[in-house]
């Protein structure tokens, strides 16, 4: 829709107001006199002429009523009316003229030295009835200007003020009016804007809400079946129910074990939320991004030798150096490891990678265990998730993860994806801008 400045709008109507009444006024004027010249004419000065001449000629017939009957049929043709007074100001022949629409012309007659009458004649006054009509045009133009400001001015912004009334109600259905004016278009597109980044935050709201309550309930869940078994193995030991040294090594490897899940979950949580609130303070350095994975295969290597699987690193193209933080990359590469060994059958194979593409240093870690399913691979990234129904611990984990991972990814500019290998097998691909000439020669 074509829209209009509201400065040129303002002027437009100036203009039009001005016009109106103008324009009324010469069609007025043109419709009494039969001209567009709003002087006197010169028909119009020579039939006032005639009409003296024959006046102040026939003085002496002025009480004539044959004569008064000529002059009636000439002021007809004429359009002129006529009164004519004695010396002593009598009336001595009126026409019914009515001296509100006449343009008067008076003089006196004198013959002999002597003032024997005077006359006032009475010409269509052709000015009255265009000013009427020019003020018609002005008020006329004024309701105008009047409708068209109320439609596209008054109008939209009454709407625009209702909706912001309901926008702080928390009502997003908000019907935006149209306007041809320019400025206001635009405000109506940046509330349009704001409502829908208002109602998209709202919903966000309402998402992290959920989320939050999920979370608190789940890791209310996670901490809480490790607490009842670290308390019972503990309540075994105190009450003598281990007597024989190999039961008491039992209890207290069990003991152990519920703690080190615990300090894990701890230690996850406590990493997802510093991910989360400490964004924009990373200990960034110049790193080379094949190196963080050689260390991580390093550290999950003896894990991995328990299950008998294979870590093989495919195609490792060194100098991928990135601008990150050492600590949280390795923990992010450590966490992809650690899935990838816990999802992995014995005697199984984990692949990884690492090159350059452009301007992208990209990793990749692929297992052959069972693979995602369709609903893991949409919620994978979602903390606590572990795509079992019982929440059992069979794989271990807290499903903090690949949420932890992808989370200290982004901060680094990158992302972390999750997907199936043809082959068979669980695929987390990842990326991260390689860092600039500018940041090298920093060296940060």
């Known amino acids: 829709m074509k829209t209009i400045r509201i400065r040129k709008f303002t002027m437009l109507s100036l203009f039009f107001i001005f016009l109106m009444p103008w324009i009324f006024l010469v069609v007025a004027h043109f419709v009494e006199t039969k001209t567009f010249r709003f002087e006197m004419t010169d028909s119009q000065q020579n039939n006032l002429d005639e009409t003296i001449q024959l006046i102040e000629a026939n003085s002496e017939n002025w009480t004539d009523p044959a004569w008064q009957n000529q002059l009636n049929h000439h002021l007809q043709k004429m359009n002129m009316g006529v009164s004519i007074f004695s010396e002593a100001n009598k009336v001595i022949y009126q026409t019914s003229a009515k001296q509100g629409f006449k343009e008067t012309e008076e003089f006196s007659v004198i013959q002999d030295g002597n003032v024997i009458g005077r006359v006032a004649i009475y010409q269509s006054n052709s000015r009255v009835i265009p000013m009427i009509a020019a003020f018609t045009g002005l008020i006329i133009a004024f309701l105008i200007i009047g409708l068209a400001m109320k439609r596209l001015i008054i109008n939209p912004l009454e709407q625009l003020s209702l909706g912001a009334r309901k926008l702080s109600k928390e009502d997003f259905n908000v019907k935006l009016p149209s306007s041809r004016i320019t400025e206001i278009a635009e405000v109506r597109n940046g509330f349009q804007v704001m409502v829908a980044e208002l109602k998209e935050s709202f919903q966000k709201q309402v998402e992290l809400e959920d989320e939050r309550r999920f979370l608190i309930a789940a890791v209310a869940h996670d901490l809480r079946t490790p607490l009842f078994a670290l308390r019972g193995y503990l309540d075994g030991l105190e009450q003598g129910i281990a007597q024989s040294p190999e039961k008491m090594a039992k209890y207290v490897a069990v003991c152990k074990e519920k703690s080190a899940q615990l300090d894990r979950l701890v230690e996850d949580l406590f990493t997802l939320t510093k991910a989360e609130t400490f964004e924009k303070k990373l200990n960034k350095k110049m790193v080379d991004l094949s190196q963080v994975l050689k260390q991580s295969i390093h550290t999950l290597r003896p894990l991995a030798q328990q ?91 807290a499903g903090l993860g690949l949420a932890i991972s992808k989370r200290i990814i982004r901060q680094h500019g990158g992302d972390l994806t999750a997907g199936n290998h043809p082959d068979g097998g669980a695929l987390l691909k990842g990326w991260i801008p390689l860092a600039k000439t500018s940041q090298l020669l920093e060296g940060i």
């Open 307 to 397: 299950k008998n699987i294979h870590i093989v690193e495919s195609a490792f193209e060194h100098n991928c150096i990135i601008s990150g933080d050492p600590y949280l990359l390795e923990r992010a590469i450590n966490n992809l490891l650690d899935n990838a060994v816990r999802h992995t059958p014995g005697s199984g194979e984990i692949v990884v990678q690492c090159y350059k593409d452009v301007d992208q240093a990209i990793f990749t870690v692929r297992d052959t265990g069972k693979g995602f399913s369709a609903e893991e691979l949409r919620r994978a990234f979602e903390p606590l998730y572990r795509g079992e129904v019982s929440r059992s611990r069979s794989t271990g984990g």
